[in-house]
């Protein structure tokens, strides 16, 4: 790379096309400040040799050590080391071959849109802006009658491409002023000036407080966003009598909003409230409304739950208070009640009732009393719960067993479950052990006696209830006992070829039936009988009528007797 003001490319090779010099690409716009480097570059294209120049007011630049240029690649770069306002001037880039040549040279600043002059209220803020054209890098200064304006809290510079703009915060009086704008680039420089006016806004509202309603014991707050120049003097007044901060409310200002704080209000605090700002030149007063209404309060609820036996009538109440007036609403799984036969709804004296009548197990849910007015609304709930009472609708009265062995007492029920059931026996209650087997679920109830013994015979109470009602049935035990004879065999004599039939009268659970040839047995109603359709002498004898069952064995005796057939002579 050649330093000098002249830079040289190598020769291409003889079948290359030959291209005249040209620019491709131009130096790119760059934001710089006086005293910090700038670089600016060319991209190049064209049939070696190419030469690059660097002119200033058309005298070629040499480098030193404020500015050093650079030509690789087909890219021409020329440095200045710290920007000066003595580097103004018209630049010129120029390349060059033996088949033509090209240049660009930098343009002095102008104004393509001038400031303009400014009115502007006290405490806004403002926007100075301007449009520059010419060559890349421009600098930018703005000055206040005279005296150079630096970027800080109170000034923002802004220097984008063409736009270069200043922006000034919270006007003050002293901010009237005449303002001027100074461009500048290495070509050159250029300047407009503007006169800015600061002036006093009378106070008005941008918004005003609005129109409020609250419950007591509540805070308040009404505010207002003012509009003007500051300061600002401000007072409150409640039906024309003025406020002042205190325990009960609290009067503020902060930047353009003024706000009024009310403390536990009440109903004494209703009425018109108004806003007066004033400032140096004016004066503006807007007025609101509060409303203190108390909403619904349940000061007697609804008891948790309840539980109706089917049938019955119920009645649900509560005590409301609150501002009037006040609407009482029923509910019954969501859906509102309407008044009715089973349905008779109230609301004196606070006291809000729901009676209902002949309530069956379709009417359990959940009921909902709410209260409403202008100012709010609440509720407050219960559930119905509507219950059959318990009957025992199966139950064995008797049940016989034997000793050492088991026996079970079954019970049905109906009703609403769940049921507490409970076993008694002589009075005293019966409850699960290696003795007893006690079970009780939905609507079957039992209890299993294991190894009876003769104090287990005897009467069983079953006691089953629920929330609304009970029923007992008794189950009685009873040992099996031996058949018995009622009535014993009598003795018969009957003649040869006529019928015969012995009878005896058995009380006994167990029917006992042995049976021989050629005899008939029957034991029908616990009449037992031998019958003979034919008695024959062969059968005359003792006959034992024996019974037995679980319980024990007996035995009767009688005698039949067959006489022989005799001819009477006469």
Not at 132 to 149: C, M, N, R, T, Y
Not at 367 to 372: K, M, P, R, S
Request: proline content about 5%.
């Amino acid at each position: 790379m050649d330093t000098a003001g002249d830079t040289h490319v190598k020769p291409r090779t003889s079948q290359e096309l030959r291209e005249p010099a040209q620019i491709l690409e131009k130096a790119k716009s760059v934001d710089v400040t006086e005293k910090d480097p700038v670089t600016l570059e060319c991209v190049v294209a064209g049939t070696p040799e190419l030469k690059v120049k660097w002119l200033k007011d058309g005298k070629q630049i040499v480098p030193s050590r404020y500015f050093s240029m650079s030509f690789e690649n087909n890219v021409a770069s020329f440095r200045i080391q710290s920007v000066m306002k003595q580097d103004s001037g018209q630049y010129t880039f120029k390349v060059e071959n033996d088949f033509g040549s090209s240049s660009y040279q930098d343009i002095p600043p102008s104004f393509t849109k001038k400031l303009t002059k400014m009115d502007k209220i006290l405490g806004s803020s403002i926007r100075m802006e301007c449009k520059v054209s010419g060559s890349l890098p421009i600098s930018a200064q703005w000055f206040k009658d005279g005296k150079e304006v630096s970027t800080s809290a109170k000034y923002r510079l802004v220097c984008h491409e063409n736009t270069v703009s200043l922006e000034v915060n919270n006007l003050e009086l002293e901010d009237t002023a005449n303002y001027t704008c100074k461009v500048s680039n290495v070509a050159g420089d250029d300047a407009c000036s503007v006169f800015l006016l600061t002036s006093i806004e009378p106070p008005s509202f941008l918004v005003k407080p609005e129109r409020q309603q609250a419950i007591p014991d509540s805070t308040v707050e009404f505010k207002a966003v003012l509009k003007g120049t500051p300061p600002f003097k401000i007072k409150w007044f409640k039906d024309d009598v003025e406020l002042a901060s205190g325990p009960t409310c609290f009067i503020g200002l902060e930047g353009s909003t003024s706000f009024l704080n009310l403390y536990s209000v009440d109903a004494s605090k209703t009425g018109q409230y108004t806003c007066q700002v004033t400032n140096d030149v004016g004066s503006d007063s807007c007025t609101t409304m509060l409303l203190v209404t108390e909403p619904p309060k349940f000061v007697k609820k609804l008891e948790a739950s309840k539980i109706v036996k089917a049938g019955d009538s119920a009645r649900l109440e509560c005590k409301i208070t609150g501002s009037p007036e006040i609407r009482v609403v029923w509910y019954r799984n969501e859906h509102e009640l309407q008044a009715s036969d089973k349905y008779r709804m109230t609301f004196i004296d606070s006291v809000a009732v729901l009676q209902m009548n002949n309530l069956g197990t379709e009417d359990s849910g959940d009921f909902i009393c709410e209260a409403q007015n202008p100012a709010g609304s609440t509720s407050c709930s219960t559930k119905v719960i509507v219950k059959e009472p318990p009957v025992f609708s199966s139950f064995p009265p008797v049940v016989e067993t034997l000793k050492n062995t088991e026996v079970s007492l079954e019970c049905e029920l109906s009703g609403t479950p769940p049921f507490e059931v409970i076993w008694y026996k002589d009075k005293r209650q019966l409850r699960s052990s290696k003795k007893y087997k006690i079970a009780s679920k939905n609507f079957h109830a039992s209890i299993h006696i294991l190894n009876v013994e003769t104090s287990d015979i005897g009467e069983y109470h079953c006691k089953a209830q629920n929330e609304v009602g009970s029923d007992t049935c008794i189950c009685t035990v009873k040992l099996k006992e031996p058949p018995r004879f009622v009535s014993k065999l009598n003795s018969l004599t009957v003649v040869a070829g006529e019928p015969a039939e012995l009878q005896a009268y058995i009380e006994g659970k167990e029917e006992v039936i042995r049976e021989s040839e050629n005899i008939r047995i029957t034991f029908v109603e616990n009449v037992a009988t031998l019958q003979f359709a034919k008695a024959e002498p062969a059968n005359a004898g003792k006959y034992i009528c024996q019974i037995k069952n679980d319980g024990g064995m007996r035995e009767n005796m009688a005698t039949l007797t067959v006489l022989g057939w005799y001819n009477i002579v006469q």
